[in-house]
């Protein structure tokens, strides 16, 4: 009997474990779901859906009309409503949930992290007068409104459909580079602190080894967040 696999992606590892699927198993359908927040995403291998389910009962719909015998959950570590609703419907449909999300950066004794739990910690923490860049989800910097009395660089991978409400900011449109291209972005921008979320994984590790070897303090949110 054949297989048909929905990957929860988004995510690099996602990506490499879609292509792994489709080389191993060229029988089995792989279905790779993203969220969608990107507008020209990386091309996946295997059939791609974007966009949410509607909850855990709308991904036990789709489990269930599209035959999926394995789900697995590769999606980035601080996608929790998409892993809570997983979970749901694994319970719900009977079908083995297989959970691959990174783990986390783990702080080297030449780093100089500043650990908080949330966003609005983190808001807090900034000192005053700082250039700081920014490396968040487009979703999660306005709450970094108020704080007029700080620059921002803000790295986005899609130009915002609308103006950012901070007040003091440069936008840079990209992805993460590696620590060459991250290092000279920090000095060219003058960044004192950057603020991020411990996502794991190697794809934006580099500004974290770039911070270390220029001793910038990194203000960073910790995945219980």
Not at 40 to 62: D, H, K, Q, T, Y
Not at 136 to 156: A, N, P
Not at 177 to 193: M, P, R, V
Request: charged residues 20%; hydrophobic residues 40%.
């Amino acid at each position: 009997m054949s297989q048909t696999i929905l990957i929860l992606g988004g995510t690099k590892e996602a990506a490499e474990l879609a292509e792994k699927l489709v080389l191993e198993l060229p029988q089995a359908r792989i279905i790779s779901s993203l969220a969608g927040r990107t507008k020209e995403p990386s091309p996946v291998v295997g059939e791609v859906r974007i966009g949410g389910f509607g909850g855990a009962e709308g991904l036990v719909r789709f489990l269930t009309q599209n035959n999926v015998t394995r789900l697995i959950d590769a999606t980035h570590p601080f996608a929790k409503n998409i892993s809570k609703n997983a979970k749901t419907a694994a319970v719900n449909t009977g079908i083995k949930l297989e959970i691959r999300t990174r783990q986390p950066w783990q702080k080297s004794q030449d780093d100089h992290w500043i650990e908080v739990a949330t966003l609005e910690d983190a808001r807090k923490t900034i000192p005053i007068g700082a250039r700081v860049l920014l490396a968040l989800g487009s979703q999660h910097i306005d709450i970094f409104k108020t704080r007029s009395d700080v620059h921002f660089i803000v790295r986005m991978v899609d130009e915002p459909s609308t103006q950012l409400s901070l007040p003091n900011h440069q936008i840079i449109i990209g992805k993460p580079g590696d620590i060459e291209d991250e290092t000279a972005l920090l000095k060219q921008f003058s960044i004192t602190h950057i603020v991020c979320r411990n996502s794991g994984g190697q794809g934006a590790y580099a500004k974290i080894e770039a911070a270390r070897a220029l001793k910038i303090p990194v203000i960073i949110i910790g995945q219980s967040a």
